[in-house]
């Protein structure tokens, strides 16, 4: 049975709580702190799965592999949220801007895609 990879929450993108008005889509993480984290992360997850705790090395093939693959998915994220948005501004009856939600998400979307998408994988 394979261990789970618990997931990678603090590098997802961000939602809007309830009252909040804007996003500070400054405050995400840079490259070098994401980099960081998920060395962290992947260190870690070996160190369970492999049983040899502080024996665990993680190669830089597989950081940048992680490091790519986890700004394709918040890419991703933005527009099933974007997408999640105008559908609950058509069908929602809770009290919040749908609308106003969506177009935050697909300008972040938009504004992030020529960055993410240029990301290759490591051969």
């Not at 895609?113 to 994988?121: E, F, G, I, N, S």
Request: overall charge positive; charged content about 20%; proline content about 10%.
């Amino acid at each position: 049975m394979e261990t789970p990879i618990p997931p990678l929450s603090p590098l997802c993108p961000p939602r809007v709580p309830p009252g909040v008005k804007e996003v500070d889509y400054g405050l995400y993480p840079s490259r070098e702190t994401q980099l960081q984290w998920l060395h962290s992360y992947l260190q870690a997850y070996k160190e369970l799965t492999q049983g040899h705790p502080g024996d665990s090395q993680v190669s830089q093939e597989e950081l940048e592999t992680l490091y790519v693959q986890v700004n394709k998915f918040s890419l991703a994220s933005h527009f099933f949220w974007a997408c999640w948005g105008l559908i609950q501004d058509k069908y929602s009856t809770i009290d919040f801007n749908f609308l106003r939600y969506a177009k935050l998400r697909f300008k972040q979307y938009f504004k992030m895609k020529p960055v993410v998408t240029a990301l290759q994988l490591p051969k």
